[in-house]
């Protein structure tokens, strides 16, 4: 058996990630002598965390909340698509012992996509995208990368949504809050990348009236895997995404940096990260 490969997830707290029995099943799965742990690492100690990932044999993590943006800072190399999305979530430790700070949301998300509709594509009509976070930014990069020519971004602080909308360029239009509802007018897709409708929060405020009934309808959250607003979207005919592939999708790229394997996305593993939910 080959040499022990460690790798793991930073975040504060870090205890309820799903990350371990993602890339602990694919270890088993495929063989392979290394494992994957929760790494708690305070935000005061971030810098000496990253910095001992080398001295302590890893292959590089993942980054969480509330990391994501700290992080680029303390890598010695971002690449241009985790630079264009503003935060990284994958650390990976090259064999000097230098780390570069990736980020694989923009392409788990489409992946996502494809998974639950093959023939999806991003220049089939206007995209609604609700909230301007991090998420929202991954999503948005993504899309325009694949081709989406038209993406309003509505968001409580419109100033957050004019300065996305002014950096990722003409495609973007930034929409207030209270536009959100005539928004979907004529749109192909419409993601929610806010916390509205997951476990313990309040249901996502969003009239569907003016959605085409044609329209793909997304959203990030995944607990619960059924959240109001996609199960008002499948009542009413709209085909829908839950949250659950982009977080499986966008740890494979991860996975192959550092395991050297590019494992697939299972139904085995759906339901196992599931029943974990």
Request: neutral net charge.
């Amino acid at each position: 058996m080959g040499k022990f490969v460690l790798s793991g997830v930073m975040g504060w707290p870090v205890s309820h990630s799903r990350s371990p029995a993602i890339h602990n099943h694919w270890v088993a799965r495929h063989g392979l002598n290394g494992a994957y742990v929760l790494l708690p690492v305070d935000p005061q100690r971030l810098q000496a965390a990253i910095a001992g990932l080398a001295a302590l044999g890893f292959a590089g993590c993942n980054v969480t909340i509330p990391h994501k943006v700290t992080a680029m800072r303390l890598v010695d190399r971002v690449d241009a698509l985790a630079q264009k999305i503003g935060a990284i979530n994958t650390i990976v430790v090259d064999a000097d012992g230098s780390t570069t700070g990736t980020n694989n949301d923009a392409a788990g998300y489409i992946q996502s996509l494809r998974d639950a509709q093959p023939g999806w594509r991003a220049d089939a009509g206007p995209v609604a995208v609700l909230g301007c976070g991090g998420a929202a930014r991954a999503v948005v990069v993504g899309l325009l990368q694949e081709g989406a020519t038209e993406i309003r971004v509505c968001n409580r602080s419109l100033d957050a949504a004019q300065a996305l909308a002014r950096e990722m360029g003409a495609s973007v239009q930034a929409l207030p809050w209270e536009a959100r509802h005539a928004a979907l007018a004529g749109v192909a897709l419409l993601v929610n990348t806010t916390n509205q409708g997951m476990s313990g929060q309040a249901a996502l405020d969003i009239v569907l009236d003016a959605l085409p009934v044609d329209a793909l309808v997304s959203d990030l959250v995944y607990v619960p895997l059924t959240t109001p607003l996609l199960a008002a979207a499948r009542l009413r005919g709209n085909p829908a995404v839950d949250g659950l592939g982009m977080l499986l999708n966008q740890a494979r790229p991860a996975f192959h940096a550092w395991f050297g394997v590019l494992p697939e996305v299972t139904p085995e593993l759906r339901q196992l990260v599931l029943a974990g939910l």
